[in-house]
């Protein structure tokens, strides 16, 4: 006989993980107990040393489906006390923190089929959940992850619920939000002046959804906007209502078969739309043209039902509904009742609220799918606060992100927490949210930061917080190029430490000589960073406001390419300001390039959202082969785009599609970059390629470019835990500063 304590770290809490213990310790003669505690579970077990070992083996090979053991450690104990059975104890407080918290979980089978089940006591009960599935980081408080510090400690366990909670047998045995209609939360409607209006709430919203009225509905990380979505009419009234131009719309749709009605599903896409975390995915439209007013592009996001209640809400009868969230003005998410009655009169003609308070609020998560692999683009709800594993452990920092996209990173040993989607901050609301949300995450993850690292630019909101916070703190401050926190957040997101070749293209970054930077090819590692290529910089004309009137942008490159702009607005005023250089901004971003083509074509002149030309000159692109003529010369190496500009010109006037003008210009930049990659290797040896930056948010370039490296025998790396836009750069600001301060 011996004794043996047992600790095992992962996401080991909310999951079912102590039930699965129980029934497996029965296989064995074994006997102890097990708790929760703030590092993971603990068990002291008793038993032969084989049966011991046995079960430690079966533990990660059973373990239920939302279960992640990152470690099993075992120890053996002096002398065995004799104990009599296996018992589950209280939870212990300790003041190291280490569990690791699930994210939200769509609702599973089992419950799903006990919600349309009229026998069932929880028939159409809008927050049946069990141990396998339900809310979980939105709910919590504090950790250890107990009902007594979630939103659930509001409402006590009525009997037939306390019952299964203490029932070692039920699908409920310490599911934590547990729940029923006599014990639980209750949905509620109200009218546009937020009224309550009695009578099944579900079906209030139903029959308002239906006659094409716009629904404010409280959902698990907040509250969304939703409303038919094949009224034309009416997604330009919720576009007016929301001030939402041309930003694409979300949808929902009723299951996969509805959503092949509208769009092209790959098998692996149904994967994902069918996975656990239920993110929007992006899907090519059944036909181009279709659902114009939903999106104005290609692809339209589409997700699955993921709470009872938006099973509930699509009945049998709806198919699909825009689901956007509900906010205001480029603010966070609205996720309380009152907020969102106050802020949403006027918008919203009804309300679906309830009365389940959301802790921490989080955006529906958006990825696309490629060749089988992942790729984010907003991480959050159903990914969050899941974290990044390194294989190296590091310090305990901060990273503060960049500002369009904004995101942060805490870390602590071997894993990098990255926030939810937080949006851009531009506004103090958005700030209070990112202020708050980095109290929280370091609350839930015990982390007290060393050190701070943010972006260099003096101007960002993030920076400000954080040189702000470093001296209030007195703890090391460190601010890193844009750019090379993009490569580092790829290279980290595949586990590389080592020298890369890093091709990192977005819209705008503060780059070393204070100019903006965006077209970059890198070369380095954690340590720095050589500038070995750009793109040819583009003179802003006024500065931002290049960034919408794309014309400005477009008279700057035919000019530099000696064309005429006489057809464009207020050229002359444009010519005098390049001539004087009067507010007229360097960029090398790459993002300003697509905008400029963009505009060129007439595909767009002015933009609404930040990357939209470049997303409509994407979506515009047909096939065609070649490329258009460029030159690369000097240090940095530099692309020249005046001799493509002069071609795509010609083209256009000799009546050349516009389709395959755009394809030949994507083309054109994969040929850049191949050249560059290869010059780049020339020069240093090095064969590993990374990718990263908002502009690799480009589905024709990353079906192509990776292929054509590849042929040239490089290994090429892409995003797939993190995002390659700006809100996945706090990780590769975490790698740096941790090199920094070594
Ligand atoms: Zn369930
Ligand atoms: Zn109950
Ligand atoms: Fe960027």
Not at 256 to 268: N, T
Not at 302 to 330: F, Q, R
């Amino acid at each position: 006989m011996e004794r043996a304590l047992l600790k095992i770290h992962g996401i080991v809490q909310g999951v079912g993980f102590r039930p699965f213990i129980h029934k497996l310790v029965g296989d064995y003669a074994l006997a102890g107990y097990i708790k929760n505690s703030s590092s993971g579970v603990v068990m002291e077990l008793e038993g032969s040393r084989e049966d011991l070992e046995r079960f430690v083996a079966d533990i990660p090979e059973k373990a239920p489906g939302l279960a992640f053991i990152e470690k099993i450690e075992l120890k053996f104990l002096s002398e065995p006390v004799g104990y009599k059975g296996f018992e589950i104890r209280k939870s212990l407080v300790e003041d190291k923190r280490n569990t690791l918290i699930s994210p939200d979980v769509c609702i599973c089978e089992d419950c799903l089929r006990e919600l349309f089940d009229p026998a069932d006591r929880r028939y159409r009960y809008p927050f049946i959940n069990c141990t396998n599935c339900g809310p979980r980081f939105t709910i919590v408080k504090d950790i250890p992850y107990d009902r007594a510090k979630t939103s659930m400690s509001e409402f006590p366990m009525c009997s037939d619920c306390e019952k299964e909670y203490g029932d070692i047998e039920n699908r409920r045995y310490h599911a934590q939000p547990d729940c029923c209609g006599d014990c639980g939360p209750r949905v509620f409607y109200l009218d546009k002046d937020g009224v309550e209006i009695p009578g099944d709430a579900i079906e209030l919203a139903r029959k308002a959804l239906k006659a094409g009225k716009i629904v404010a509905i409280k959902g698990l990380g907040g509250v969304h906007l939703a409303c038919r979505c094949d009224d034309a009419a009416l997604t330009q009234e919720l576009r007016r209502r929301k001030h939402r131009d041309e930003k694409p719309f979300a949808l929902m749709c009723r299951d996969v078969e509805a959503v092949r009605g509208l769009c092209h599903v790959s098998e692996d896409e149904e994967k994902a739309l069918l996975s656990h975390k239920r993110p929007i995915v992006l899907l090519k439209k059944r036909e181009k043209g279709s659902l114009s007013h939903v999106s104005e592009n290609g692809y339209v996001g589409v997700m699955l039902p993921y709470t009872p209640l938006h099973y509930l809400l699509m009945g049998e009868d709806i198919d699909a509904l825009i689901m956007t969230s509900a906010n205001l003005s480029d603010c966070p998410i609205i996720f309380k009742n009152t907020e969102a009655v106050e802020k949403l009169t006027g918008i919203a003609d009804g309300f679906l609220l309830n009365n389940r308070e959301i802790q921490s609020r989080c955006d529906d998560s958006l990825i696309w799918v490629l060749n089988g692999r992942e790729y984010p683009v907003r991480r959050s709800r159903g990914y969050v606060p899941y974290p990044v594993r390194l294989d190296a452990a590091v310090d305990e920092i901060l990273a503060c992100g960049a500002e369009q996209k904004a995101s942060f990173c805490l870390s602590r040993g071997n894993y990098v927490f990255p926030s939810a989607h937080i949006g851009d901050l531009k506004n103090l609301e958005t700030l209070e949210n990112y202020e708050g949300q980095i109290s929280h995450f370091q609350r839930l993850f015990d982390v007290k930061p060393k050190a701070i690292v943010c972006d260099m630019h003096p101007d960002y909101m993030s920076t400000r917080y954080a040189t702000e916070r470093s001296e209030a703190e007195g703890i090391p401050l460190i601010q890193v190029q844009h750019h090379h926190a993009h490569m580092a957040a790829c290279m980290a997101d595949n586990g590389l430490d080592k020298p890369v070749i890093g091709l990192i293209w977005d819209g705008t970054g503060y780059g070393t000589d204070g100019s903006i930077w965006g077209g970059e090819c890198l070369i380095g590692d954690y340590e720095g960073f050589e500038r070995f290529g750009s793109i040819l910089p583009i003179p802003l004309i006024g500065g931002d406001k290049a960034a919408k009137e794309l014309e400005r942008i477009s008279f700057a490159l035919l000019d530099a390419a000696g064309l005429d702009t006489g057809h464009i607005e207020n050229a002359p005023m444009y010519k005098i300001m390049l001539e004087k250089g009067f507010n007229c901004p360097l960029s090398s971003g790459m993002g300003r390039l697509f905008d400029g083509v963009a505009a060129i074509l007439g595909i767009k002149k002015r933009a609404s959202y930040e990357g939209q030309g470049a997303v409509l000159l994407e979506a515009a692109a047909t096939e065609a082969e070649g490329f258009y003529p460029f030159e690369l010369s000097g240090s940095p190496l530099r692309f020249d785009w005046r001799e493509m500009i002069r071609t795509i010109v010609r083209e256009r006037h000799e009546g050349i599609p516009t389709g395959e003008i755009c394809a030949r210009f994507l083309n054109t930049l994969m040929e850049m970059a191949r050249r560059m990659c290869l010059a780049a290797r020339a020069e240093s040896g090095i064969n590993d390629v990374v990718l990263s930056g908002g502009s690799f948010q480009n589905m024709y370039i990353m079906e192509r470019l990776p292929e054509l490296l590849r042929r040239e025998g490089f290994q090429v790396w892409t995003h797939s835990r993190v995002s390659t836009n700006d809100e996945g750069l706090s990780l590769g600001q975490i790698m740096l500063a941790q090199a920094a301060l070594k």
